[in-house]
């Protein structure tokens, strides 16, 4: 039984300690009434023309009614130049000798504006005491010490990825270790600047992982629909509640400019940067993008890129929205004064071996402790960030922004609703959906109920008449491996439902391994004991799984990886048991994602698609463009406390092991990998030919806000 997921590296440093970082230059955007449709209010307002050109001053007198509005708050060019836009409120532009003397030591003034966990922090207060850090070479020093350890000893990766993928996703060679070593190399300006410069390291590498917390928020959410065979970005959402948003709708308005460049490529580029979800670069954008997304309840999940944008009333117009800037989860509340107690507090990792009370409350999440290597409850990074970014509550009742909408759901009836899926019948279809929101399943062994009614799911769509099912894995980013192996069974009874595995067995693995097997049972990631054999499907019984491993040649260097191996799976309660069988094949099932379905994910939809032919449908992305339906598959994830720890069990004390970091900072890494089939030599991760569904639809405005569209598409779709 295992956990989760997949996934990588996420360095996370003292900046983290906002839920932001100023990642991007954003300010100001104009948008075109849209023309396709609805929207354009002809107010016939001004004639401006349709020069998306920076002249503020100009863009803001045409739109009279919304850009006076914004006008109110700081905003703010962006990373570099520190120029806050001043509020124009009646103020003549020019005139004023706009910034305040440089005032007192910028992380007092953080202190002071981070109250509590709802206080609004002002952006350019965080970035000016992120840049007030000095660079200090001994502590860099060690950080990449630590993670040279980390990543040399444990990331399963770290030679695949000094191979370029090939088409249709193609990415880029990656060397991490001589990157790192750059790093360590250049005199870095500030803190900041060496932190960022690990965190686009680690992103370059496009494993599902990302690191650094996400965006300034802003009160408008974005998408990009295809509407009469042209793809722009639009507003999906906006907070009028909030500072700049004008009250008249902009929803839908089609958003011409970012900054002064076309808006789908600064959201491409934005997102190339900073999602790293995937090696697939339409992912990326769906992942910058808004999209509606089922978690409990129908929701609105805003995209990384949740900035910028305007329009509406006929004329182009201009808004400069502010950033929403608010504390993390990690930020130390009243517990620093200045730019130098801000480091000891916020940077320094405390003395004390761990600290609890920095743990996020993950109470939430249904896990179980137990020593069991397969139930360490690690999230991939991927999915923790989109999270992270949390979700907007649907206005009106579920309308989402826009009055003359249908409910999220209104062509499908809901038949039951569980902690990790909601199950439809189509109206006047013999179509079933099943939307599958994460594989974030308790332990059976302790609490069978997340597989008993998933079962129960399945039956009562079967005996309500569904011929035909539809598995809607949108914004799945995973769970419990073992969840993953029990669906695959159970819609597929007669084939293997584990995903083949291997991970690194280096000399310092190998002997963590020889350390293990002498403890009386496997309560770490190196004991042979918690793997069966493929070659023998047995429990492995001594430690030949990583001693006796292979040589494998990846990014030109020959390493040794352990045999191959899957988890031990067993469920008492398959209802075939009881000759209850589930009535649909391959060909009566499809399975639809926006390409993010990560980790646990991928294992039922690459091996329901690749294996026993489910065709797979992927929403959205790039215009004209394969789109993948799952990512990051990796392996499975351990974060760097979890490979401490167990190699703490072991009174294991080999060169070059984890090392103590002195800075706060978590890491995450794929450490086992898995592969599509098992005679695959490259692992899913990297193997691209796997990645394109078998049918790309594009997003368009009805689409993108009830996913019941979509349904009935693939619904039409079985009768051909
Ligand atoms: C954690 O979250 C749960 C559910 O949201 C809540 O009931 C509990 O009080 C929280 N615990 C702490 C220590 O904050
Ligand atoms: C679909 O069925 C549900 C429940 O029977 C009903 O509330 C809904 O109005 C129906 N939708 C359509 C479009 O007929
Ligand atoms: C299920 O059906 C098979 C064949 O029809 C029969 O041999 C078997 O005993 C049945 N099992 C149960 C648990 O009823
Ligand atoms: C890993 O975790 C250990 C134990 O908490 C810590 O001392 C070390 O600094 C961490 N290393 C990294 C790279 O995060
Ligand atoms: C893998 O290779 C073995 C030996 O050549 C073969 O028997 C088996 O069918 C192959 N499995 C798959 C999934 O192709």
Redesign the pocket.
């Known amino acids: 039984m295992k956990i989760t997921s997949i996934l990588s590296l996420a360095?996370a440093l003292c900046v983290v300690s906002v839920n932001a970082a100023p990642v991007v230059d954003s300010k100001i955007t104009v948008l075109k009434p849209t023309l396709a449709t609805t929207i354009a209010k002809a107010k016939p307002t001004a004639t401006k023309p349709k020069s998306e050109t920076k002249a503020k001053s100009k863009a803001t007198k045409t739109t009279t009614v919304a850009a006076s509005k914004p006008t109110s708050t700081p905003t703010t060019t962006g990373t570099k130049a520190a120029t806050t836009v001043k509020p124009p409120k009646t103020t003549t532009p020019a005139a004023t000798p706009t910034q305040p003397a440089k005032p007192k030591d910028p992380c007092s003034e953080l202190a002071a504006q981070g109250k509590n966990i709802d206080s609004i922090l002002q952006f350019n207060t965080v970035r000016d005491c992120y840049r007030a850090q000095s660079f200090k070479k001994d502590i860099a020093d060690k950080?990449l010490t630590?993670?040279e350890?980390?990543l040399g000893n444990f990331y399963i990766f770290l030679d695949q990825a000094k191979e370029a993928t090939s088409a249709p996703f193609k990415t880029p060679k990656v060397d991490l270790m001589a990157g790192l070593k750059k790093i360590r190399e250049t005199k870095w300006k500030d803190d900041y600047d060496f932190n960022m410069a690990l965190t686009y390291l680690t992103f370059s590498a496009n494993d599902g992982h990302m690191a650094y917390r996400t965006t300034f928020g802003q009160p408008i959410s974005l998408y990009a629909p295809v509407v009469n065979g042209v793809q722009n970005i639009r507003v999906f959402y906006a907070d009028d509640t909030q500072k700049g948003v004008p009250k008249d709708s902009i929803i839908d308005c089609v958003v011409n400019t970012i900054d002064g460049v076309p808006a789908l490529k600064a959201v491409q580029d934005f997102t190339d940067r900073t999602s790293a979800i995937s090696k697939d670069p339409g992912v990326r954008l769906n992942d910058a993008l808004a999209s509606i997304s089922w978690y409990n309840d129908w929701l609105i999940a805003p995209g990384g890129f949740s900035k910028r944008w305007e329009c509406s009333s006929g004329a182009p117009r201009k808004l400069t929205v502010p950033w929403i800037v608010k504390p993390s989860e990690n930020f130390l509340f009243n517990t620093f004064r200045d730019t130098a107690t801000y480091w000891n507090v916020q940077c320094l990792?405390p003395l004390s071996?761990?600290d609890n009370s920095r743990q996020k409350n993950d109470s939430g999440r249904r896990y179980k402790e137990n020593n069991e290597v397969g139930f360490r409850t690690n999230e991939a990074p991927g999915t923790t960030l989109f999270r992270e970014r949390g979700f907007i509550q649907m206005p009106n009742g579920g309308k989402n922004g826009r009055n003359d909408a249908p409910q999220t759901i209104s062509k499908a009836t809901e038949v039951l609703i569980t902690a990790t899926t909601a199950f439809y019948k189509i109206n006047k279809s013999d179509a079933c959906v099943a939307v599958i929101a994460s594989e974030e399943a308790a332990n059976p062994r302790f609490d069978p109920s997340d597989y008993l009614q998933f079962i129960q799911g399945l039956e009562k769509l079967r005996d309500g008449g569904c011929k035909k099912l539809i598995l809607d894995m949108t914004n799945n980013g995973g769970g419990a491996i073992d969840f993953a192996y029990f669906i695959n069974l159970l819609l597929f009874p007669t084939a293997k439902p584990y995903f083949v595995e291997d991970l690194r067995s280096n000399a310092y693995i190998q002997g963590a391994a020889k350390a293990a097997i002498k403890q009386p049972s496997a309560v770490t990631v190196f004991d042979a004991r918690g793997y069966v054999s493929l070659a023998t499907n047995k429990v492995f019984k001594d430690d030949s799984m990583f001693t006796k491993g292979v040589s494998i040649k990846r990014g030109g260097t020959a390493q040794t990886y352990s045999q191959k191996n899957y988890f031990e799976y067993s469920w008492s309660f398959m209802p075939q048991a009881k000759n209850n069988t589930l009535p649909w094949k391959a060909s009566d099932i499809a399975i639809v994602t926006n390409g993010f379905c990560g980790s646990a994910c991928t294992m039922i939809a690459t091996r329901f698609n690749i294996v026993h032919k489910v065709k797979t449908y992927a929403i959205g992305g790039i215009y004209k463009t394969p789109l993948s339906y799952f990512t990051f598959p990796g392996g499975f994830v351990m974060?760097?406390?979890s490979?401490?720890?167990d190699v703490k069990k072991l009174n294991y004390n080999a060169k070059n092991g984890?090392?103590?970091?002195?800075?706060r900072?978590?890491?995450k890494i794929a450490v086992g990998e898995i592969y599509a089939t098992e005679n695959s030599t490259i692992p899913l991760e990297y193997d691209t030919k796997y990645f394109t569904a078998n049918v790309h639809l594009d997003q368009d405005l009805v689409s993108a806000r009830n996913p019941d569209s979509i349904w009935l598409k693939i619904a039409a779709d079985f009768k051909k």
């Open positions: 360095v950080t630590s993670v350890n980390l990792a071996p761990y974060d760097n406390e490979i401490v720890a984890p090392s103590k970091l002195v800075v900072s978590s890491a």
